[in-house]
């Protein structure tokens, strides 16, 4: 008799664990293929960025985590079905409490959203010379959040990426040649054949200074005391500042071997004697 009985009580609990058993299986194969399939799409969107030069590293690689811990969301939200926990309540409940986080960080997510369009279109990349929220500097890193800047006095500048879009970028860098625009004067009584030939000789024996295009070297305004001549030498970016704090010493003192004055602001007094 108690052997039926304990017949009994096999045959009534045996359905409810092979369902248990096949459940717990089944959610260990969801895990591993969606586990496998989260890392295959991981890799893919990263490889889109390998694949093209003007695409950035750091941005596909955001994407591609999005898109792992979305799939690996739908795969816990399985897991959790085939125990048949209800998944409706739980959805709502990250839906709200993803709302909040939102709210609670506004200011994190415009700036994730400002590094989001500057890695896509890409307006300066690490090693460019930019000048951007009012400061300037070499950029050393961007990523999603901040863009960080070296300044020649050796600062770090991290500044979030909202103040920067949507405001004035100037990269000094995008363009292999650079023009480097100055200004001279010189007295009305001297000759401007004559300075234009002292400049133009400073210039064409810099090392930095390019021939092709030619210097650009021409009066610009007919100042109160003077005539201003504009000087645009071109060079190199990378000696862009070389070529910027060199020149105007070289061209002053070529200026002063020639005799040409170079004015600077003074005042004329003239007294009248009432006696006579």
Known sequence: MQELIDKLDINQYLPAALDWATNILLALVILVVGFWIAGKAYKSVVRISASYDQLDDTLFKFFGSVVRYTILAFVGIAVLNRFGVQTAS???????????????????????????????????????????????????????????LQTFDNQQIIIPNSQIWGQQITNHSHHPVRGVDMHFGIAYNESIDEARKVIDSVLAKHPHVLADPAPFVEVETLNNSSVDFLVRPFCEGEHYFSVLYSVPEQIKKALDEAGIEIPYPHRKVILVNEKE
């Open 90 to 148: 739980i959805i709502a409940l990250l839906g709200a409490a993803g709302l909040a986080v939102g709210l609670a960080l506004q200011g994190t997510l415009s700036n994730l959203a400002a590094g989001v369009m500057l890695l896509i279109f890409r307006p300066y990349k690490v090693g460019d010379f930019i000048d951007a929220a009012g400061k300037f500097g070499n950029v050393t890193e961007v990523d999603m959040f901040t863009t960080i």
